[in-house]
Structures are given as structure tokens and as C-alpha cells.
């Protein structure tokens, strides 16, 4: 079992930067991929990024964020991180943690899954983020 707590969104302007912050815990946490995912007012889940491990490892990005968004653990604090910079009014969404056994987070995009992929065995409760123009 594997617990997730994210927090860090808020109330931004275009072009700012938020981080953030996913707590997981759980004696089987070391065995996950991590990943962040989105759902966005009136539209489906969609995947953002994720790392292979929580140790760190191989890094995946939707080509809506590459370049602006990185994904980044603390082994220490068993904290994974979404540092968001550049933000637009499109990356207004409700940003969800999830954690994967499956190995090295092949289920999802960029680390052997289909960019469709929106399954995960652990969800976090999600955390706001609202981008003004």
C-alpha cells in the first residue's frame, strides 16, 4: 500500500512558477514509478510526467510541458516534485501524484505505455492549480 499526499498549487499569473510537492509513504514505496497527471474542467485525465523510480531514473514529459516542467525526487524526505515554470492559463488544472508497480513505470508515456495511459495504482487527493492571463 502506498499513501500520497500533494500540495503546492494555488493561484498564479501566465509565466510564473509554482512547485509542487507529493508525500508518499507506504514500506512497498520504494518499488514505485511516480508520475503527475491533470484533469483540467470538462476534459479527460491526461498524463504530465513521471520518473522511474523514486530513487530517480528515466524522466518522461506531454510535449505540452517538456521544456517547462521536471519531475524530481528527495530520497530523504520520500518526496517526489513538479517544478512548473512558464505557466500558462492552459495548465489550469486539478494535479494529481500517482505511484505504479508496474516496472519501471512502463504503463505509462515515454517509459513503454501509450500516451492514452491514465491508469495508476495509487492516487494522491489532488492539489488546484489556477493560472490567470
Known amino acids: 500500500q502506498v499513501q500520497l499526499v500533494e500540495s503546492g498549487g494555488g493561484l498564479v499569473q501566465a509565466g510564473d512558477s509554482l512547485r509542487l510537492s507529493c508525500a508518499a509513504s507506504?514500506?512497498?514505496?520504494?518499488?514505485?514509478?511516480m508520475g503527475w497527471f491533470r484533469q483540467a474542467p470538462g476534459k479527460e485525465r491526461e498524463f504530465v510526467a513521471a520518473i522511474s523510480s523514486w530513487r530517480g531514473g528515466s524522466t518522461s514529459y506531454a510535449d505540452s510541458v517538456k521544456g517547462r516542467f521536471t519531475i524530481s525526487t528527495d530520497t530523504a524526505k520520500n518526496t517526489v516534485y513538479l517544478q512548473m515554470n512558464s505557466l500558462k492559463p492552459e495548465d489550469t488544472a486539478v494535479y494529481y501524484c500517482?505511484?505504479?508497480?508496474?516496472?519501471?513505470?512502463?504503463?505509462?508515456?515515454?517509459?513503454?505505455?501509450?500516451?492514452?495511459?491514465?491508469?495508476?495504482?495509487?492516487w494522491g487527493q489532488g492539489t488546484q492549480v489556477t493560472v490567470s492571463s
Open positions: 507506504g514500506r512497498t514505496f520504494s518499488n514505485y514509478a
Open positions: 500517482a505511484a505504479d508497480n508496474r516496472p519501471y513505470g512502463s504503463r505509462w508515456y515515454g517509459l513503454g505505455g501509450p500516451s492514452s495511459s491514465v491508469r495508476s495504482d495509487y
